[in-house]
């Protein structure tokens, strides 16, 4: 006898958008969400301070009689935080999941993010986002394998999945903001996404997913509750790729930002937690990396590898500097920032 199908949580899917340039990637994105296999309770497509993106928005998709799809205007300060807490706030279903508006969801994502939900100790779920670059894979994005699908030691800098995460089901630090969910209720315990962090238009600054996930492991373990945050490799999303972030001028701002953004996780919820999964990549990973290149005869690629460790060092040296990053706060469970205390200056 077959053992019934678990009941899966009722989902929220939010994707934030910012900009008409971006309209197809839009379209596809709520189209994939559609084609799912189970029916989301409700897709939010919210709309960052853009007045002709969302007229244009609520003309596509809000003339639906179900009201399946809502378009938000962002409530809050303007940038992808900003947004996702708007549809935090307006969001009905039992798991808020949240998916980038240049990325498509494969067959099968939304079944595989809610299912390790079962586990009520489980409070946050994300999965793969493979690259989908304009040509082929660039020099200065290298990786060990050859199939489509094979990851590689700086996808990250292209808000991908990087080698070095797990390749099956397993517990980790924090999920990558692309392609992930949260249970909602936990937003009421700890608050939303910090403001003071994440992107802005076309500024690369992030760690805002990192922040908040160290975040809900830390406030439940002062209440004596686990909070297990899991990678679930079979949910899988594809994450276009503009040709503007395969350049070196990019890899080395990502890369520095992505250090100043470090810096300010590690003054708001301490350095152990904030680098912890840092400290075991730049151990093993990146010099596996830079060895096989040069082994291979590929120093362009090899320098890339340095110059992003190099970049994003430089950053995190200068965010740690006095007053370098004195502006973040810090979300209260009500939704409303916090101030830090004294000695915790941090922000980007």
């Given at each position: 006898m077959t053992s019934p199908a678990p009941v899966l949580p009722r989902a929220t899917v939010?994707?934030?958008?910012?900009t008409e340039k971006r309209w197809d990637d839009i379209v596809a994105a709520v189209g994939s969400v559609a084609a799912q296999d189970v029916r989301a309770a409700e897709v939010l497509v919210v709309v960052d301070h853009n007045p002709a993106l969302l007229e244009r928005a609520r003309a596509e998709f809000g003339a639906g009689s179900d009201g399946h799809v809502r378009v938000l205007a962002n409530a809050h300060r303007q940038g992808l935080s900003g947004a996702r807490n708007t549809a935090v706030a307006a969001a009905s279903g039992d798991v808020v999941v949240f998916l980038d508006d240049d990325a498509a969801a494969r067959p099968g994502w939304l079944r595989a993010l809610l299912t390790p939900y079962a586990d009520p100790d489980v409070v946050a779920v994300g999965g793969v986002a493979h690259p989908r670059f304009p040509d082929?894979?660039?020099?200065?994005?290298?990786?060990?394998?050859?199939?489509?699908?094979?990851?590689?030691?700086?996808?990250?800098?292209?808000?991908?999945?990087?080698?070095?995460?797990?390749?099956?089901?397993?517990?980790v630090r924090n999920l990558m903001g692309c392609n992930m969910s949260v249970r909602r209720e936990v937003f009421a315990r700890v608050g939303g996404f910090a403001e003071d962090l994440g992107r802005i238009g076309r500024n690369p600054l992030g760690c805002e997913e990192t922040e908040?996930?160290?975040?809900?492991?830390?406030?439940?373990?002062?209440?004596?509750?686990?909070?297990?945050?899991?990678?679930?490799?079979?949910a899988q999303v594809d994450h276009r790729v503009s040709g503007d972030r395969v350049r070196w001028a990019y890899l080395r701002r990502?890369?520095?930002?992505?250090?100043?953004?470090?810096a300010a996780v590690s003054r708001l919820?301490?350095?152990?937690d904030a680098l912890s999964?840092?400290?075991?990549?730049?151990?093993?990973?990146?010099?596996?990396?830079?060895?096989?290149?040069?082994?291979?005869?590929?120093?362009?690629?090899?320098?890339?590898?340095?110059?992003?460790?190099?970049?994003?060092?430089a950053g995190y040296l200068r965010g740690r500097l006095p007053g370098?990053?004195?502006?973040?706060?810090?979300?209260?469970?009500?939704?409303?920032?916090?101030?830090?205390?004294?000695?915790?200056t941090g922000g980007v």
């Open positions: 939010v994707i934030c958008v910012y082929t894979r660039p020099g200065l994005l290298p990786t060990g394998g050859s199939s489509a699908d094979a990851t590689g030691e700086l996808d990250w800098v292209v808000g991908c999945t990087y080698t070095g995460q797990p390749t099956e089901r397993a517990e908040l996930c160290i975040r809900i492991r830390q406030t439940y373990r002062r209440m004596g509750r686990d909070a297990r945050v899991v990678f679930e490799p079979a990502r890369s520095w930002s992505e250090g100043l953004s470090k919820v301490g350095s152990d999964t840092e400290r075991a990549y730049v151990a093993t990973v990146l010099p596996g990396a830079v060895a096989r290149e040069l082994r291979a005869g590929r120093p362009t690629s090899a320098l890339a590898i340095v110059t992003a460790l190099t970049a994003t060092a370098a990053t004195a502006a973040v706060r810090l979300p209260a469970a009500d939704g409303a920032p916090t101030a830090l205390a004294t000695n915790r």
